[in-house]
């Protein structure tokens, strides 16, 4: 288990992005947050297998590829502080 701080930038606002992340997250049972910044961009921290967390990058990237102009990733420990996903 590991924990992804990530922050997505670009047009990432108002596209449906994080009702997307948060769908995504559900199928894949991961667990976290998602939320919008004052900036325009969107911050995420995620916690999960390794592999389902880069599932999930790699399905936003597939929709919203043309929408993500840089995405940072922070990998740490995880903590299993959150029991569900949610958008904040």
Excluded at 4 to 29: D, E, K, M, N, P
Aim: include cysteine; glycine fraction near 10%; charge should be neutral.
């Amino acid at each position: 288990m590991v924990r992804a701080h990530i922050h997505f930038f670009g047009t990432v606002q108002g596209v449906g992005f994080r009702y997307t992340c948060l769908s995504i997250a559900q199928q894949l049972s991961l667990t976290g947050w998602v939320k919008n910044l004052s900036d325009g961009s969107v911050q995420a921290e995620i916690e999960g297998p390794r592999e389902k967390i880069d599932e999930l990058l790699s399905q936003l990237k597939g929709q919203f590829g043309s929408f993500i102009r840089e995405q940072k990733i922070e990998w740490v420990e995880a903590r299993a502080q959150f029991d569900k996903f949610s958008i904040i």
